[in-house]
């Protein structure tokens, strides 16, 4: 994971309102470097940002308010250090995403490390207990297990085997949420709601 986001020349390009900003620093071996500030035009795009290069990372909330959101991230040997702050109105998904991914964490601890244990084994085969492996994907495993909880949980879902049927299924994060979301509407359960994908 570099320093500078994909994100970065789509959200500076254009004339727009800067709503978001993320600044981010790198420790590099006790080495600090300043990787820039990102400024997003919609909540969708910072939302975007953090689930995919923070908390998908296993990034911990160090902080959170309604207008600042402060995360490290362990990548390998460097800890990032970032920052995501605006006004109080665009910071509510991010903000709710957060406090979201906060309580899954507590009500669903066991499947979150069962299913992060289980793609490490799939990903690593027999090398998944080494000490190399668990430091290179223990963050990513935990990350996208706590992210698919709080997705869930967020759209309704509290009992644990719809919550395991979610960790567990192999579409991408973005087709989760719609499925969680249309199963919500319709009043189908999510296992039904999953199959039409």
Known sequence: MGCVSQNAGKAMSGSFKLMITKVQMRNNSGDMFDCGTLKFRTSGEALGNMLEVELGWGAKVTEVTPTRISLLTHVLNCIDYSTFEGPAEEMEPLYLLVVTLCHSDQQFKGVIVDQAWATMQ??????????????????????????????????????????QLG???????????????????????????????
């Open 122 to 163: 799939r990903v690593c085969g027999q090398d998944a207990g080494k000490p190399l492996f668990v430091k290179m994907m223990a963050g990513l495993a935990l990350g996208g297990a706590r992210i698919r909880a709080a997705v869930m949980l967020s759209a309704g879902f509290t009992n644990e085997a719809d919550v």
């Open 167 to 197: 960790l567990e299924s192999r579409v991408s994060l973005k087709d989760l949420a719609a499925v969680a979301d249309l199963a919500r509407q319709s009043g189908l359960t999510f296992r039904d709601a999953l199959a039409l994908v």
